[in-house]
């Protein structure tokens, strides 16, 4: 019997199974690339959501402001509570003596919440407080 060139049905479902078997794997590697971009893309949002609440509570003496609320567009809200770490002080004058503001030390436990009031993050953060003049 004389053999025709070509595939046999065997090699053919052979080398069909083999494809099926390595897109298979393929398919599971993109879906965890997939997975991948999309925690990378959630980190990166609550990292720009901390960084926008931090820069929002630079500005915050808490000597003046011990606790309060800022809106974060759109529909988010920054809000802190302060406690202070140390006992007022009167800051260093220059080049020596006694300045004119008193220091306090504070920790600010800092929330970032949705519209709904949900908390999306909560951070602690270190500030420190003055106001002029000496203790009381």
Same mark, same amino acid.
């Given at each position: #019997?004389?053999?025709?060139?070509?595939?046999?049905?065997?090699?053919? #479902?052979?080398?069909?199974?083999?494809?099926?078997?390595?897109?298979?794997?393929? #398919?599971?590697?993109?879906?965890?690339?997939? %997975?991948?971009?999309?925690?990378a893309?959630?980190? *990166?949002?609550?990292?720009?959501?901390?960084t /926008?609440?931090?820069?929002?509570?630079?500005?915050?003496?808490?000597?003046?402001?011990?606790?309060g609320?800022?809106a974060?567009?759109?529909?988010?809200?920054?809000?802190?509570?302060? *406690?202070?770490? !140390?006992?007022?002080?009167? /800051?260093?004058?220059?080049?020596?003596?006694?300045? %004119?503001?008193?220091? !306090?030390?504070?920790?600010?436990?800092?929330?970032?919440t949705?519209?709904?009031?949900?908390?999306?993050? *909560?951070?602690?953060?270190?500030? #420190?407080? /003055? *106001?002029?003049? /000496?203790?009381?």
């Amino acid at each position: #019997m004389k053999r025709i060139a070509g595939f046999s049905l065997l090699e053919a #479902m052979i080398a069909l199974a083999i494809a099926a078997v390595c897109l298979a794997a393929i #398919m599971g590697l993109q879906q965890q690339f997939v %997975q991948s971009q999309r925690r990378a893309e959630a980190a *990166t949002a609550a990292a720009d959501l901390k960084t /926008s609440a931090l820069a929002l509570i630079r500005e915050i003496n808490p000597d003046e402001r011990p606790e309060g609320e800022i809106a974060l567009p759109p529909n988010l809200a920054v809000r802190w509570t302060s *406690t202070p770490l !140390t006992e007022p002080k009167i /800051s260093a004058g220059f080049p020596n003596g006694d300045g %004119q503001f008193t220091v !306090t030390l504070y920790r600010l436990n800092v929330e970032i919440t949705g519209a709904n009031g949900a908390s999306l993050q *909560t951070f602690e953060v270190e500030r #420190m407080g /003055s *106001t002029l003049g /000496s203790p009381q």
